[in-house]
T-cell receptor, first 114, second 113 residues
Framework: GESVGLHLPTLSVQEGDNSIINCAYSNSASDYFIWYKQESGKGPQFIIDIRSNMDKRQGQRVTVLLNKTVKHLSLQIAATQPGDSAVYFCAEILYGGATNKLIFGTGTLLAVQP | KAGVTQTPRYLIKTRGQQVTLSCSPISGHRSVSWYQQTPGQGLQFLFE???????NKGNFPGRFSGRQFSNSRSEMNVSTLELGDSALYLC????????????FGPGTRLTVT
């Protein structure tokens, strides 16, 4: 496969542990946030989203927390598995009148040790 | 249902040449967006097409262009290639206009020498 990115922040966890991936977003006016997972050789895959009127949302084994005061997002993965190894991106939707754009963060490489 | 497909998967071009990349969206999806992914700049939005019209555009030079056909398939063209255009080019399709509920393809890896 291809490496998604070099020199990414890396989070190394043991299989079965919980993982927390953090992201600082750029625009206080952003209203919608998404976490994506990108495995080697593949495009980003939607994990979970959250709107700015919420501070927490849960999915299957994943939880997203939003702190608008400090413009911070986190993704929590419970009972991390080897298949969770990937690069994780947060993205915000910046509203620009009639057009909206998806702005991605720099990504974090999650390495799950068996 | 088949996912988003991109062709070719890998491409090597020489500086100054032009290149055309193709994206076939998920059946029924009318929006196709293109992104450039590089280690230095990360994932950056190029443009979005919906119903054959460009609806949104990122901050890329005019050398980057695209189009969408009546069957929603999209092509992206880069003219006068530069070394810095080496990247993974991703397309994403969606039922609705805008960056919502997008499904990404595997990308085309372009290398400019």
């Amino acid at each position: 496969g291809e490496s998604v990115g070099l020199h990414l922040p890396t989070l190394s966890v043991q299989e079965g542990d919980n993982s927390i991936i953090n992201c600082a977003y750029s625009n206080s006016a952003s209203d919608y946030f998404i976490w994506y997972k990108q495995e080697s050789g593949k495009g980003p895959q939607f994990i979970i989203d959250i709107r700015s009127n919420m501070d927490k949302r849960q999915g299957q084994r994943v939880t997203v927390l939003l702190n608008k005061t400090v413009k911070h997002l986190s993704l929590q993965i419970a009972a991390t598995q080897p298949g969770d190894s990937a690069v994780y991106f947060c993205a915000e939707i910046l509203y620009g009148g009639a057009t909206n754009k998806l702005i991605f963060g720099t990504g974090t490489l999650l390495a799950v040790q068996p | 249902k088949a996912g988003v497909t991109q062709t070719p998967r890998y491409l090597i071009k020489t500086r100054g040449q032009q290149v055309t990349l193709s994206c076939s969206p998920i059946s029924g999806h009318r929006s196709v967006s293109w992104y450039q992914q590089t280690p230095g700049q990360g994932l950056q939005f190029l443009f979005e097409y919906f119903s054959e019209t460009q609806r949104n555009k990122g901050n890329f030079p005019g050398r980057f262009s695209g189009r969408q056909f009546s069957n929603s398939r999209s092509e992206m063209n880069v003219s006068t290639l530069e070394l810095g255009d080496s990247a993974l080019y991703l397309c994403a399709s969606s039922l609705v206009q805008g960056p919502y509920e997008q499904y990404f393809g595997p990308g085309t890896r372009l290398t400019v020498t």
